[in-house]
């Protein structure tokens, strides 16, 4: 995004880096100095979220290839400031200004996609407070990961079955151990912060206690080693778990109509930093797996199951959190919207690329 002398300008679309609808916009300015050429073939790059995942990756290959880097993020960085705040982002624009006084030859945007959009790019359609709820509600979604409908999406391209099911167990025991304190992290570097008691009883009562439920059945129906009872029960459980399940998506959508029948231009900006995650995360799996020679059976159910979002505990600890008709609840519904399209659209692409792993 290159940098002009008053903001950014991304084709053609001009904002203060910062901007809120009351006026915070930088004291000083930068320049991005994508016209002067690289200098010696090194270029001088600036990272946010350079610190961790993503942006440490495109850090280091930046670095590889001779670049210089100033690495901005909220810890451990060059440059330690606050993007999700106005005066975080003057305060890195202005040391930026001091350590690349000649200008940059690119900025990577790696701080995190619900910050990106809602506290910069959406900032003039958003009010500051929703955009804080709607990020906190797209932290939700990311942070649980799927471990019920990857099911359905492992069998509609054949994946492995039990590659599968090991992949879900394990997800279900990084929920239980992680998705609390790393919820509360996350959160908490956008200035949000909650209750650790209310995250713990979320899982407990989404999570833990379902578990347990599952594995107490089973134990008792297969005391004898007789699967067939095991068989003859979810049969019989089956259409209730489905009818359970249309229920919960009827009510949610529900409870959130008025407001996606009356802000459909919002219900648009929750849902395009979605849908970039859910296609990004399966490009960077699925084409590892790809680099990697896995097996398609394996590759694709394995980026699928990055992909999808464990939708129900987010929308539940978005409402126990912050409330019924909060923005944060808004997005995770937004996420059960679009969540099943992208991913039969996924599913559809993966089945297409088939070939290419034999």
């Known amino acids: ?14 904002r ?10 930088l ?25 961790s995942g993503i942006g440490a990756a495109i850090t280091a290959t930046l670095r590889e290839r001779g670049d210089e880097v100033i690495v901005v993020d909220i810890r451990n960085a060059d440059i330690e400031a606050d993007l999700s705040t106005a005066d975080g982002c003057t305060q890195a624009v202005v040391e930026l200004e001091v350590r690349a006084p000649d200008g940059l030859d690119g900025l990577v945007a790696c701080a995190g996609l619900g910050i ?19 990020i906190a509600g797209m932290i939700l979604l990311g942070v649980a990961p799927c471990t019920a409908m990857v099911f359905v999406w492992s069998q509609l391209v054949k994946g492995d079955a039990n590659y599968t099911l090991v ?13 609390a304190p790393i919820t509360a992290f996350l959160l908490g570097m956008t200035n949000i912060i909650v209750p650790w008691e209310t995250l713990f009883l979320s899982v407990v009562l989404y999570v833990v206690i379902p578990l347990l439920a599952g594995y107490i059945t089973r134990k008792r129906l297969d005391n004898g080693q007789d699967h067939h009872e095991i068989a003859r029960f979810t049969q019989k459980v089956k259409p209730y ?5 249309l229920a919960m998506v009827v009510l949610l959508f529900g409870f959130q109509a008025e407001t996606i029948l009356a802000k459909p231009l919002v219900i648009a900006l929750i849902a395009i930093p979605l849908l970039i995650q859910s296609y990004g995360i399966f ?13 398609f059976n394996v590759a694709a159910p394995a980026a699928l199951i990055g992909t999808s979002n464990f939708f129900e505990l987010a929308v539940a600890v978005a409402i126990s959190l912050f409330g019924l008709n ?27 690329t088939k070939h290419i792993f034999k």
Do not use: C
Not at 125 to 130: A, F, I
């Open 27 to 51: 004291a000083r300015p930068l320049r991005v100095a994508g016209e002067r050429g690289r200098l010696n073939g090194v270029g001088v790059y600036a990272v946010s979220g350079g610190a």
């Open 241 to 245: 778990s489905i009818i359970g399940l």
């Open 1 to 14: 995004l290159p940098i002009s002398r008053r903001g950014i300008r991304a084709r053609g679309v001009h």
């Open 283 to 295: 490009a960077i799996a699925y084409g590892w797996a790809y680099l990697w020679k896995v097996p």
């Open 16 to 25: 203060p880096f910062g901007h809120r609808r009351e006026g915070a916009a």
């Open 116 to 134: 990106l959009f809602f506290e910069i790019l959406f900032a003039d359609w958003v009010d500051p407070q929703s955009a804080k709820e709607y």
């Open 167 to 179: 992949q879900v167990s394990i997800n279900d025991l990084i929920m239980v151990f992680a998705f």
């Open 326 to 352: 909060s923005g944060a609840a808004l997005a995770t519904v937004v996420g059960v919207l679009v969540e099943v399209p992208v991913m039969l659209s996924l599913v559809a692409l993966a089945n297409r």
